[in-house]
């Protein structure tokens, strides 16, 4: 007798292997869509009709087994395969692949997802989002580009946009300097023609220390007795100009010194007596007399009989060029006395010597302010069985402070030329243009690969060869690594971290619910998502200019669509048998 049962039976097959063709369609449609997770049918029978549940057996029977017909076949859940798709390089710096588990993070309208396609993008505000709109998470950068572990922000890459600028904080010489040369003992020697020639006068100054003071228009020389001799014409509002002074053929630039009680806009330095118009004179030109570890330039200004004497530092290249025509004097207006424009009449008695060296280098401030400093080296003495002496300056005319010295030192050398020591290894400037200040900067001059050595030649030679800090410089591109940082390039060659791409990670990723557009939230079986770095908890590693391609296996997508279909056609041909035989049961009747 024909049965309806079978009729049902044979639908839930068609019902069946139509919904697995509906999966098997959906993994074959998505085959080029980035980073999709193939999908497959699992069926299961439904229950049974029970004839009998069988007997156990006895002393006169065997026992019988279950009798039993299906009734037909259900839908049992469907599984998502999660192994990774294939890595195609793409050279676009936005896409990310991912290979291991772990998942990308994006915030869509608050609400958070998760996602494997890394194919991003930057919107118009620079940060980094999904094709659809969703901005990818990770940890941002403090002040110091260091990561901020822990607090997941909306990735910004601001190309274009972000400026940097560097201060220097070491500088790495190279270079040999010769010990075979002069022993420095002396330095150049300027004077100028003395001010006054009068016998008394020249015995009063040469006896007792003398003030300039200002008394009128005029500037006086007192001699603390009510008497007083001029000495600047002009007195008052005096500004002496240097300029065109030279250092060993380098120009020193351009300085002004005011005679006034009161600060005068405009020029670089005031005063109302003369020896604040030697240390004026002192620190422009550089000199130095210091004792460091028993040496010394030498260098220095002193006053005497009405003549200024200035003595240089030791060291060729220390030998000061200074004319009569370097040293101007203008006078405030109004002034009606005998304009003498030339005061100082300057003569050259004695030149600098000794075996020295100089090198000129860049340092950048805070602001990326480019600094111009001087390294000179002078040798001091050379001792037999111990090696050579040099005593180091460094000067910058770019010091915020009038004096142009900056740093000081001695370096000693053995008897095979290497560096031993070295004393004061640093020099500083101040900054007064909101940068900070002082501007430290440490000198290497031994760090293995670069070193000065003391060793006989014919000259002295040395040479900045590293030195860190940079001026301004603007992000002009940036890649993601393995471990998911952010790394930015920018035009003044400084390379920075600038933010680091998070991942999550699933007990049971099969779990996540698909949300559409390659976007999953968090399923009620698919556990809470672990949020760490890439390389951390199986997260796997990232592939920056790449993007993981669909799983979808096609051959075996083909497989199971022919199996789905002989599946459906064996179906319908239960429900046109049954059909046959409720006909054959019908015709009985009639």
């Known amino acids: 007798m024909a049965s309806t049962t079978a009729l049902f039976t044979g639908l839930s097959g ?6 697995r063709l509906d999966v098997i369609g959906n993994n074959i449609a998505n085959i080029n869509t980035i980073a999709f997770k193939s999908n497959r049918m699992i069926f299961a029978p439904t229950f049974s009709r029970n004839f009998s549940l069988g007997t156990a057996p006895s002393e006169a029977s065997g026992g019988t087994n279950p009798g039993q017909v299906g009734l037909g076949v259900s839908i049992a859940g469907t599984q998502r395969n999660f192994n990774n798709g294939s890595i195609s390089a793409t050279g676009v710096s936005t896409d990310v692949a991912i290979e291991g588990d772990g998942f990308f993070i994006v915030d869509a309208a608050g609400e958070r997802f998760f996602t494997r396609a890394g194919a991003f993008q930057r919107n118009e505000a620079n940060d980094l ?141 005031f005063g109302a007596t003369l020896q604040d118009f030697i240390d004026f004179l002192d620190n422009v030109l550089g000199l130095d007399g210091s004792t460091i570890s028993g040496e010394t330039l030498g260098g220095g200004i002193s006053f005497a009989s009405g003549v200024i004497t200035i003595t240089g530092n030791e060291g060729t290249v220390q030998d000061l060029d200074i004319d009569t025509a370097d040293l101007t004097v203008t006078y405030p207006p109004g002034y009606a006395g005998t304009a003498i424009n030339q005061p100082f009449v300057m003569s050259k008695s004695g030149q600098a010597d000794g075996e020295s060296v100089r090198t000129s280098f860049i340092v950048f401030d805070s602001l990326g302010s480019p600094l111009t400093v001087d390294l000179t080296f002078v040798l001091q003495g050379t001792t037999a069985g111990v090696g050579s002496t040099w005593e180091f300056l460094a000067e910058s005319s770019d010091n915020d402070s009038l004096d142009r010295v900056v740093g000081l030192g001695v370096v000693e050398f053995d008897t095979n030329g290497r560096f031993v020591s070295a004393t004061n290894q640093a020099f500083s400037m101040i900054r007064a243009n909101g940068a900070t200040s002082p501007l430290t900067v440490t000198m290497n001059f031994d760090t293995g690969t670069d070193a000065i050595t003391a060793l006989t030649d014919t000259t002295s030679s040395l040479a900045a060869v590293f030195q860190d800090g940079s001026p301004i410089g603007t992000l002009s591109a940036f890649s993601i690594g393995e471990d998911g940082i952010v790394s930015g390039s920018f035009t003044n060659g400084l390379t920075r971290t600038i933010g680091q791409v998070a991942l999550a990670k699933f007990s049971n990723p099969e779990g996540l619910a698909d949300a559409g557009s390659n976007l999953f939230r968090v399923g009620p079986n698919s556990g809470n998502a672990l949020i760490t770095r890439p390389l951390e908890f199986g997260t796997g590693r990232l592939v920056g200019g790449a993007l993981e391609l669909s799983n979808v296996d096609l051959s075996q997508e083909f497989i199971n669509m022919i199996l789905a279909s002989t599946g459906y056609t064996a179906a319908s041909r239960i429900i046109t048998m049954t059909d046959e035989l409720i006909d054959q049961l019908l015709l009985l009747g009639r």
């Open 129 to 269: 989002v999904t094709i659809s709109g969703g901005k990818v998470m990770g940890f941002a950068v403090d002040d110091q580009f260091n990561i901020i572990d822990g607090i997941l922000v909306e990735l910004n890459i601001p190309v274009g946009t972000l400026t940097l600028a560097e201060s220097t904080r070491t500088v790495t010489y190279n270079g040999n300097l010769n010990p075979s040369g002069v022993v420095a003992t002396t330095g150049s020697t300027h004077t100028n023609r003395a001010f006054y020639t009068d016998a008394a006068l020249t015995t009063l100054l040469a006896t007792a220390a003398y003030d300039l003071t200002v008394a009128g228009n005029d500037l006086y020389i007192d001699d603390g007795a009510g008497g007083s001799f001029l000495a600047i014409d002009g007195g008052e509002g005096a500004v002496v100009t240097v300029n065109g002074l030279e250092k060993g053929g380098k120009d020193l630039g351009n300085s002004s010194f005011a005679f006034s009680a009161t600060a005068v806009a405009g020029v670089d330095d």
């Open 14 to 19: 068609l019902a069946s292997n139509a919904r």
